[in-house]
């Protein structure tokens, strides 16, 4: 009969190493909207001054360059693991603030999904935000 004995450190240490990793698959996966999203900005800027303007929003060309430089930006540093807390906050703040300005339409069900998408998409934000970017990034935290 043959038995198998774990080191509790090495256990460890491979849950962590997996941790770690999770945590910066997590980062690009939720980055990902955000600098495909701002270069989409870029790409289009009339159209997203146009959309912007039509919520009702003031000086539509300078929220197209902050939004764009939020979205690219934010979701680089995400990734990179750079001021991730802060970073994640910010980028939590930003996806309330455009589910509140450009999807609170519940009558309608694709405004409504973009909503709770973009609630859904803070509350990861404010879990990167809680527990930093892990060992993989330049936070190494």
Same mark, same amino acid.
């Given at each position: 009969?043959? /038995? /198998?004995?774990?080191? &509790?450190?090495?256990?460890?240490?491979?849950?962590? &190493?997996? @941790?770690?990793?999770?945590?910066?698959? %997590?980062?690009?996966?939720?980055?990902?909207?955000?600098?495909?999203?701002?270069?989409?900005?870029?790409?289009? $800027?009339? !159209?997203? =001054?146009?959309?912007?303007?039509?919520?009702?929003? $003031?000086? &539509? $060309?300078? #929220?197209? =360059?902050?939004? &764009? *430089? =939020?979205?690219? @930006? %934010? @979701?680089?540093?995400?990734?990179?693991?750079?001021?991730?807390?802060?970073? #994640?906050?910010?980028? #939590?703040?930003?996806?309330? #603030?455009?589910?509140?300005?450009?999807?609170?339409?519940?009558?309608?069900?694709?405004?409504? =999904?973009?909503? *709770?998408?973009?609630? !859904?998409?803070?509350?990861?934000?404010?879990?990167?935000?809680?527990? %930093?970017?892990?060992?993989? %990034?330049?936070?190494?935290?």
């Amino acid at each position: 009969m043959t /038995t /198998t004995t774990v080191n &509790a450190a090495t256990a460890q240490t491979s849950e962590s &190493a997996t @941790g770690h990793i999770l945590a910066a698959a %997590g980062r690009v996966l939720i980055a990902a909207i955000f600098i495909l999203s701002g270069l989409g900005k870029i790409a289009a $800027p009339d !159209a997203t =001054i146009d959309y912007i303007a039509s919520a009702g929003l $003031p000086f &539509a $060309p300078a #929220a197209l =360059i902050a939004a &764009a *430089l =939020i979205e690219v @930006g %934010g @979701g680089l540093a995400l990734i990179a693991g750079f001021r991730t807390r802060i970073v #994640a906050l910010v980028l #939590a703040g930003f996806s309330v #603030a455009t589910a509140l300005a450009f999807h609170a339409h519940f009558a309608d069900q694709n405004q409504f =999904i973009h909503f *709770l998408k973009n609630l !859904a998409m803070a509350g990861g934000l404010l879990q990167v935000a809680a527990f %930093g970017s892990g060992k993989i %990034g330049l936070d190494r935290r």
